[in-house]
Protein backbone atom coordinates (compact mmCIF):
# COMPACT_ATOMS: atom_id res chain seq x y z
CA UNK A 1 0.00 0.00 0.00
CA UNK A 2 1.38 3.25 -0.51
CA UNK A 3 1.54 5.52 1.82
CA UNK A 4 -0.27 9.22 1.21
CA UNK A 5 2.29 12.10 1.88
CA UNK A 6 0.49 13.39 5.17
CA UNK A 7 1.43 10.29 6.67
CA UNK A 8 5.14 10.09 5.06
CA UNK A 9 5.43 13.24 6.92
CA UNK A 10 3.91 12.05 9.72
CA UNK A 11 6.27 9.32 10.19
CA UNK A 12 9.49 11.42 9.88
CA UNK A 13 8.33 14.02 13.09
CA UNK A 14 7.53 10.99 14.98
CA UNK A 15 10.66 10.07 13.97
CA UNK A 16 12.21 13.48 14.65
CA UNK A 17 11.14 12.87 18.00
CA UNK A 18 12.94 10.06 19.23
CA UNK A 19 16.00 11.65 17.97
CA UNK A 20 15.12 14.67 19.73
CA UNK A 21 16.67 13.33 22.93
CA UNK A 22 20.21 13.03 21.93
CA UNK A 23 20.28 16.54 20.64
CA UNK A 24 19.36 18.18 23.89
CA UNK A 25 21.78 20.03 25.77
CA UNK A 26 23.15 17.54 28.28
CA UNK A 27 22.10 19.86 31.23
CA UNK A 28 18.77 20.08 30.51
CA UNK A 29 18.35 16.50 29.08
CA UNK A 30 15.24 14.97 29.81
CA UNK A 31 14.17 11.86 31.35
CA UNK A 32 11.69 9.24 30.09
CA UNK A 33 8.76 11.05 32.17
CA UNK A 34 9.20 14.38 30.40
CA UNK A 35 8.35 12.88 27.07
CA UNK A 36 5.22 11.20 28.50
CA UNK A 37 4.28 14.47 30.14
CA UNK A 38 4.69 16.51 27.03
CA UNK A 39 2.72 14.57 24.61
CA UNK A 40 -0.21 14.79 27.49
CA UNK A 41 0.30 18.61 27.42
CA UNK A 42 0.66 19.06 24.06
CA UNK A 43 -2.97 17.20 24.18
CA UNK A 44 -4.21 19.45 26.58
CA UNK A 45 -3.40 22.49 24.64
CA UNK A 46 -5.10 20.95 21.70
CA UNK A 47 -7.83 19.96 23.29
CA UNK A 48 -8.13 23.77 24.76
CA UNK A 49 -7.77 24.98 21.30
CA UNK A 50 -10.98 23.32 20.08
CA UNK A 51 -12.80 24.94 23.03
CA UNK A 52 -11.54 28.27 22.12
CA UNK A 53 -12.16 27.61 18.29
CA UNK A 54 -15.92 26.48 18.85
CA UNK A 55 -16.44 29.80 21.36
CA UNK A 56 -15.92 32.07 18.05
CA UNK A 57 -17.00 29.77 15.57
CA UNK A 58 -20.75 30.62 13.75
CA UNK A 59 -20.85 26.88 13.51
CA UNK A 60 -19.25 24.98 16.74
CA UNK A 61 -17.88 21.23 15.40
CA UNK A 62 -16.19 18.70 17.25
CA UNK A 63 -14.36 16.10 15.91
CA UNK A 64 -15.45 12.74 14.04
CA UNK A 65 -13.37 10.11 12.17
CA UNK A 66 -14.60 11.14 8.80
CA UNK A 67 -13.39 14.54 8.76
CA UNK A 68 -10.18 12.81 10.21
CA UNK A 69 -9.68 10.72 7.57
CA UNK A 70 -10.84 12.92 5.09
CA UNK A 71 -7.69 15.30 6.00
CA UNK A 72 -5.20 12.66 6.28
CA UNK A 73 -5.79 11.47 2.45
CA UNK A 74 -6.35 14.91 1.03
CA UNK A 75 -3.37 17.05 -0.64
CA UNK A 76 -2.51 19.85 1.14
CA UNK A 77 -3.64 23.38 0.52
CA UNK A 78 -2.63 27.22 1.19
CA UNK A 79 -5.02 28.86 3.86
CA UNK A 80 -5.89 32.10 3.39
CA UNK A 81 -7.44 32.70 6.54
CA UNK A 82 -7.12 36.36 8.15
CA UNK A 83 -3.59 37.78 8.54
CA UNK A 84 -4.35 37.75 12.60
CA UNK A 85 -5.42 34.16 12.50
CA UNK A 86 -2.32 33.26 10.79
CA UNK A 87 0.32 35.51 11.56
CA UNK A 88 -0.43 35.78 15.06
CA UNK A 89 -3.09 33.10 16.57
CA UNK A 90 -0.98 30.30 14.55
CA UNK A 91 2.44 31.49 16.02
CA UNK A 92 1.19 32.18 19.45
CA UNK A 93 -0.35 28.21 19.71
CA UNK A 94 3.44 27.02 18.57
CA UNK A 95 4.59 28.77 21.29
CA UNK A 96 2.65 27.02 23.35
CA UNK A 97 3.38 23.73 21.90
CA UNK A 98 6.77 24.70 22.57
CA UNK A 99 7.28 25.82 25.60
CA UNK A 100 5.64 22.09 27.01
CA UNK A 101 8.70 20.41 25.73
CA UNK A 102 11.12 23.27 26.90
CA UNK A 103 8.82 23.37 30.39
CA UNK A 104 10.19 19.71 30.40
CA UNK A 105 13.69 19.88 30.06
CA UNK A 106 13.90 19.92 26.34
CA UNK A 107 16.22 21.86 24.70
CA UNK A 108 15.52 23.83 21.26
CA UNK A 109 15.79 21.16 19.19
CA UNK A 110 13.61 19.06 21.30
CA UNK A 111 10.64 21.62 21.16
CA UNK A 112 11.04 21.97 17.49
CA UNK A 113 10.42 18.61 16.91
CA UNK A 114 7.16 18.63 19.40
CA UNK A 115 5.84 21.75 17.89
CA UNK A 116 5.88 20.17 14.36
CA UNK A 117 4.50 17.14 15.49
CA UNK A 118 1.90 18.92 17.14
CA UNK A 119 0.76 21.62 14.60
CA UNK A 120 0.62 18.47 12.18
CA UNK A 121 -1.56 17.10 14.83
CA UNK A 122 -4.03 20.22 15.04
CA UNK A 123 -4.59 20.02 10.81
CA UNK A 124 -5.01 16.42 10.77
CA UNK A 125 -6.59 15.13 14.05
CA UNK A 126 -8.18 18.65 15.84
CA UNK A 127 -9.14 20.90 12.76
CA UNK A 128 -12.17 19.89 10.81
CA UNK A 129 -10.83 21.05 7.90
CA UNK A 130 -7.96 20.20 4.91
CA UNK A 131 -4.33 20.15 5.89
CA UNK A 132 -2.81 23.59 5.41
CA UNK A 133 0.59 23.69 4.34
CA UNK A 134 1.70 27.27 5.41
CA UNK A 135 -0.05 26.54 8.62
CA UNK A 136 2.63 23.78 9.60
CA UNK A 137 5.42 25.87 8.85
CA UNK A 138 4.59 29.19 10.55
CA UNK A 139 2.98 27.00 13.58
CA UNK A 140 6.06 25.15 13.81
CA UNK A 141 9.19 27.80 12.61
CA UNK A 142 7.15 31.05 14.51
CA UNK A 143 5.69 29.21 17.17
CA UNK A 144 9.64 28.47 17.98
CA UNK A 145 11.14 31.49 18.03
CA UNK A 146 8.40 32.97 19.73
CA UNK A 147 8.08 30.57 22.30
CA UNK A 148 11.87 30.48 22.56
CA UNK A 149 11.44 34.34 23.70
CA UNK A 150 8.51 34.32 25.92
CA UNK A 151 10.16 31.10 27.64
CA UNK A 152 13.53 32.96 28.79
CA UNK A 153 11.38 36.21 29.74
CA UNK A 154 9.05 34.41 31.21
CA UNK A 155 11.54 32.73 33.75
CA UNK A 156 13.64 36.52 33.89
CA UNK A 157 9.99 38.37 35.49
CA UNK A 158 10.08 35.30 38.02
CA UNK A 159 13.37 36.53 39.39
CA UNK A 160 10.93 39.05 41.02
CA UNK A 161 8.08 37.59 41.75
CA UNK A 162 7.16 33.85 40.04
CA UNK A 163 3.05 35.36 39.13
CA UNK A 164 4.50 37.39 36.63
CA UNK A 165 5.72 34.17 34.26
CA UNK A 166 2.04 33.46 33.59
CA UNK A 167 1.93 36.80 31.83
CA UNK A 168 4.35 36.04 29.31
CA UNK A 169 4.53 32.19 29.65
CA UNK A 170 1.43 30.44 30.96
CA UNK A 171 3.07 26.69 29.92
CA UNK A 172 6.08 27.35 31.81
CA UNK A 173 4.43 28.92 34.86
CA UNK A 174 2.06 26.32 34.98
CA UNK A 175 4.34 23.59 34.78
CA UNK A 176 6.49 25.50 37.21
CA UNK A 177 3.30 26.02 40.05
CA UNK A 178 2.73 22.20 39.58
CA UNK A 179 6.99 21.20 40.29
CA UNK A 180 7.23 24.30 42.54
CA UNK A 181 4.26 24.58 44.71
CA UNK A 182 6.08 25.57 47.76
CA UNK A 183 7.93 28.32 45.61
CA UNK A 184 4.80 29.62 43.55
CA UNK A 185 4.70 32.63 44.94
CA UNK A 186 8.00 34.02 45.71
CA UNK A 187 11.17 35.12 43.58
CA UNK A 188 13.00 32.34 41.33
CA UNK A 189 16.68 33.64 42.82
CA UNK A 190 17.90 30.13 40.75
CA UNK A 191 18.63 31.84 38.14
CA UNK A 192 21.01 34.59 37.12
CA UNK A 193 19.61 37.39 34.47
CA UNK A 194 20.60 37.05 31.27
CA UNK A 195 19.51 40.26 29.48
CA UNK A 196 22.43 42.36 28.62
CA UNK A 197 20.96 45.47 26.68
CA UNK A 198 16.65 46.78 27.54
CA UNK A 199 16.04 49.96 26.51
CA UNK A 200 11.99 51.51 26.36
CA UNK A 201 10.52 55.07 25.56
CA UNK A 202 7.44 56.65 24.99
CA UNK A 203 6.50 60.17 23.34
CA UNK A 204 3.98 61.91 21.74
CA UNK A 205 2.39 65.36 20.60
CA UNK A 206 -0.65 67.25 20.12
CA UNK A 207 -1.27 69.73 17.57
CA UNK A 208 -3.84 72.51 17.77
CA UNK A 209 -4.73 74.53 15.27
CA UNK A 210 -4.13 78.30 16.22
CA UNK A 211 -7.50 79.30 13.88
CA UNK A 212 -10.11 76.94 14.82
CA UNK A 213 -9.28 75.40 18.79
CA UNK A 214 -11.72 72.62 17.92
CA UNK A 215 -9.39 71.21 15.30
CA UNK A 216 -6.89 69.03 17.31
CA UNK A 217 -4.67 66.25 16.22
CA UNK A 218 -1.90 64.07 17.58
CA UNK A 219 0.55 60.85 18.16
CA UNK A 220 1.57 58.77 20.31
CA UNK A 221 4.46 56.11 20.51
CA UNK A 222 5.83 53.23 22.08
CA UNK A 223 8.82 51.15 22.14
CA UNK A 224 10.71 48.54 23.55
CA UNK A 225 14.35 47.00 22.63
CA UNK A 226 15.64 44.10 24.43
CA UNK A 227 19.01 42.02 23.74
CA UNK A 228 19.25 38.57 25.84
CA UNK A 229 22.74 37.71 25.85
CA UNK A 230 26.22 39.87 25.67
CA UNK A 231 27.03 39.14 21.96
CA UNK A 232 30.37 39.97 21.71
CA UNK A 233 31.71 38.14 24.84
CA UNK A 234 32.24 34.14 23.98
CA UNK A 235 35.45 33.42 24.45
CA UNK A 236 34.75 29.22 24.13
CA UNK A 237 33.91 26.57 21.27
CA UNK A 238 31.16 25.63 23.08
CA UNK A 239 27.42 26.71 21.47
CA UNK A 240 25.95 29.81 22.06
CA UNK A 241 22.70 31.56 21.62
CA UNK A 242 21.12 35.06 21.42
CA UNK A 243 17.97 36.93 21.14
CA UNK A 244 17.09 40.84 20.00
CA UNK A 245 12.96 41.61 20.65
CA UNK A 246 12.62 44.84 19.25
CA UNK A 247 8.97 46.02 19.59
CA UNK A 248 7.19 49.40 18.45
CA UNK A 249 3.64 50.81 18.68
CA UNK A 250 2.47 53.60 16.95
CA UNK A 251 -1.38 55.69 16.38
CA UNK A 252 -2.29 59.03 15.25
CA UNK A 253 -5.75 58.55 16.60
CA UNK A 254 -7.13 57.35 13.37
CA UNK A 255 -5.39 54.20 12.81
CA UNK A 256 -2.80 52.03 15.07
CA UNK A 257 0.22 50.52 13.46
CA UNK A 258 2.27 47.95 15.65
CA UNK A 259 5.65 46.00 14.83
CA UNK A 260 7.45 43.35 16.67
CA UNK A 261 10.48 41.40 15.28
CA UNK A 262 12.05 38.38 17.60
CA UNK A 263 15.45 37.39 15.67
CA UNK A 264 17.42 34.51 17.29
CA UNK A 265 20.73 33.05 16.55
CA UNK A 266 20.44 29.86 18.24
CA UNK A 267 23.42 27.23 18.78
CA UNK A 268 26.11 29.25 17.07
CA UNK A 269 29.26 28.00 16.82
CA UNK A 270 32.55 30.46 17.26
CA UNK A 271 34.72 30.65 14.50
CA UNK A 272 38.00 31.15 16.38
CA UNK A 273 38.88 30.37 20.19
CA UNK A 274 39.58 32.82 22.94
CA UNK A 275 38.48 35.78 20.75
CA UNK A 276 35.89 38.54 21.42
CA UNK A 277 35.10 38.42 17.55
CA UNK A 278 31.35 37.51 17.10
CA UNK A 279 32.12 35.37 14.09
CA UNK A 280 30.27 32.62 14.01
CA UNK A 281 28.30 29.58 12.50
CA UNK A 282 25.10 28.18 13.21
CA UNK A 283 21.17 28.77 13.08
CA UNK A 284 19.68 32.08 12.98
CA UNK A 285 16.06 32.58 12.96
CA UNK A 286 13.57 35.49 12.91
CA UNK A 287 9.93 36.23 13.06
CA UNK A 288 8.49 39.87 12.35
Known sequence: MKLRPSFKICFCLLLLVLLAGNLCAQNTRPSAADYFITI???????????????????????????DIWESLTSPYVWD????????????????FFYNAARANNFSFWGGFAY????????????????????????????????????????????RFWN??????????????????????????????????????????????????????????????FLIYEE????????????????AQVYTDFSSCFAFAEFEGHLYSWPFFQNTNLPSSIGISMNYK
Open 80 to 95: TSSFVRNQVVHPLAGS
Open 231 to 246: PFDHKTKEPFDQFTLD
Open 40 to 66: GEELIIETGGVIVLNLFANKPSGMNFS
Open 115 to 158: TAVSSWVWENLFENSSTSINDLITTTTAGCVTGEVLHRLGYEVS
Open 163 to 224: PLMWLLSPVDAANYLIKNPDKAFKPNDEIESGIYFFEAGIGGSLFINPENLAELGGDMNSSL
